[in-house]
């Protein structure tokens, strides 16, 4: 719904005239409006510029058309969204909506008439800013502002709304200069509470929709995955807050491919070490948390911002102004003679529409960095979440290599099957940890931080022969009864799944609770059949805890899994 909106070229630019609709005067609820010019246009929506006949005042219409029944209920509660939220000074001013039911056309045309922001969005602002130009005041206003809005909607009563498609490109710059949120086509009331008797095809279905209504550099973990049954609801426009601080931090996006991989765990680049912006990372890892009971509300990110601006002495209401370098404007490309562009461009306008009034200062800037950055680093197009597990064999095997590729970014070599289930060499200890990764302190404290309390481990010893790891925190479960003797090289089938059983009993009693199986290298790896001995472990991980949820493996599946330990 939002794609009218990833551009802000008539804002930036003055718009143009080549619409059918510029130059018309319409007449929505008794109100004349010239359309002047059009600024954005996507999908099936247009923005124009218009100008009250009577008092000279521009205002934006949006031209929204309905195709069929689904569009036509989006547009509907778009505008009915908009009425409720209108008023307050962070979200985009309604003023007027007109229906056209014209005869002999399937279609609906809506005409929505709000305040017009000349400032463009937040992403064009960030896109032409130069490195480290923000200052912790002008950070802290627009998290506060966007906030404010954000917070508006989660306390509406008798229900929240959840906008779910909370991004930079959504925020507009007002002609007072403060942020403003728009385009509520995909807000909700409705809140979703996946649990563990939803089938494969329920859950795929969700995610499907989900896809629609949101944009992947932004969507939450519990939209990508619902295997882990977590609550869908104003949590994760708190997700896409911490997206947005983040980004006000370091000038680039913490899941700009948005990767699912990335997503579910939370891992994005470090913040880099800055002691001006350090009392704002609590705040970004407090939104990107992967889960949405111990995410930051927003009330709590408006007292946590409150308090930094009241020791540092600033006024969070007020514009942040943030000063773009001015780019000059590229030299004008040689025409040929019989062209009669050698004059002003006046009389194009001059015919259509009245002399337009001055364009601000910060207008004119941004508009020639779009010109040449027309795709930029947080435009993103929506969709692009399929169905989990569709092959349980395809599925298990791609997971380790695209996590081994997206995730294991840090000097462990870990891997994470889900989100909540952690697999790693046999940690090394004395002097193996010489010559080998994955040094028991490395992994105790890699632990510690990305999974602190209240989170409980539980941790799997698969090796064979091999103690376990008591240095690690947690309640350890020894595994060598899966092997048959000692000279066996894998484990025995039953034992597999009974292992998994005890994974899923313990990961379905808590949702704060992660697993983390362990093996000897030679196990871990590849053992002297050529035969990837985890990775049967994986598989068998991958049908017990997700789409099964403990029930007995069918013929049929036991059978897969022989055939796979036989590759």
């Not at 619409?19 to 059009?38: A, F």
């Not at 064999?393 to 995730?407: G, L, N, Y």
Request: charged letters at 20%.
């Amino acid at each position: 719904m939002s794609d009218y909106i990833r551009s802000a070229i008539g804002y930036l630019n003055g718009g143009t005239n080549t619409n059918e609709y510029v130059g018309q005067i319409l007449e929505i609820n008794n109100v004349k409006l010239r359309v002047n010019r059009l600024i954005a246009e996507g999908g099936w929506a247009l923005v124009f510029a218009v100008e009250d006949v009577s008092t000279g005042k521009e205002y934006a219409l949006k031209r929204l058309i309905a195709v069929d029944e689904d569009t036509n209920k989006s547009i509907v509660q778009e505008i009915d969204v908009l009425k409720k939220l209108s008023g307050h000074p962070n979200i985009i001013q309604y003023l007027h909506a007109q229906c056209l039911e014209r005869e002999g056309s399937k279609s609906v045309e809506y005409l929505l008439v709000t305040e017009l922001c000349p400032g463009g969005t937040l992403a064009d602002i960030l896109r032409n800013i130069a490195s480290n130009s923000l200052t912790l005041a002008q950070i802290c206003k627009i998290a506060y502002q966007v906030t404010r809005a954000v917070h508006h909607m989660h306390n509406q009563q008798p229900e929240p709304f959840v906008h779910r498609d909370i991004k930079l490109e959504n925020f507009l710059i007002g002609s007072d200069g403060l942020i403003k949120l728009c385009d509520f086509g995909s807000t909700t009331t409705n809140q979703i509470l996946p649990n563990p008797s939803w089938n494969a095809q329920k859950r795929a279905t969700l995610e499907d929709q989900m896809a629609k209504c949101t944009t992947p550099m932004y969507r939450a973990p519990e939209m990508m995955d619902t295997w882990n049954n977590e609550p869908i609801g104003p949590p994760v426009d708190c997700w896409a807050l911490g997206c947005i601080f983040y980004s006000l931090v370091t000038l680039r996006h913490p899941f700009p491919d948005g990767n699912k991989l990335a997503i579910l765990n939370a891992k994005y680049p470090p913040l880099p070490p800055n002691p001006r912006l350090a009392c704002l990372y609590e705040l970004i890892k407090g939104c990107l948390n992967i889960s949405p009971t111990q995410r930051l509300t927003a009330a709590m990110l408006l007292d946590r911002l409150a308090a930094i601006a009241e020791s540092n002495n600033f006024d969070l209401r007020e514009p942040p102004k943030v000063e773009i370098a001015i780019k000059p404007p590229p030299p004008p490309r040689p025409t040929p003679p019989s062209n009669t562009q050698t004059s002003p461009p006046k009389p194009a306008s001059t015919t259509a529409m009245p002399p337009l009034r001055p364009v601000p200062i910060q207008q004119s800037t941004v508009k020639s960095a779009v010109v040449a950055q027309p795709v930029g680093l947080f435009s993103s197009l929506k969709g692009g979440a399929g169905s989990f597990l569709r092959n349980i064999k395809d599925t298990s095997s791609k997971v380790m290599h695209s996590v081994q590729q997206s995730i294991a970014r840090t000097e462990l070599d870990a891997s994470y099957l889900t989100s909540r289930i952690l697999i790693m060499p046999y940690p090394a200890d004395g002097i193996e940890s010489a010559y080998r990764a994955n040094h028991v302190e490395d992994v105790r404290n890699f632990l510690q931080s990305r999974h602190p309390l209240p989170t409980r481990i539980q941790l799997y010893n698969l090796s064979r022969g091999r103690p376990n790891v008591a240095r690690l925190s947690g309640r350890h479960i020894d595994c060598s009864f899966a092997y048959a003797s000692a000279d066996s090289t894998a484990p025995l089938l039953s034992a597999l799944y009974q292992i998994c059983q005890d994974i899923y009993r313990y990961l379905n009693a808590d949702f704060n609770r992660i697993v983390v199986l362990y093996c000897t290298v030679d196990l871990y790896a590849i053992d002297i059949n050529g035969k990837v001995i985890l990775q049967v472990t994986v598989r068998v991980v991958t049908m017990s805890c997700s789409p099964l949820h403990g029930r007995l493996l069918t013929a049929h599946q036991v059978t897969k899994i022989k055939e796979w330990e036989e590759e």
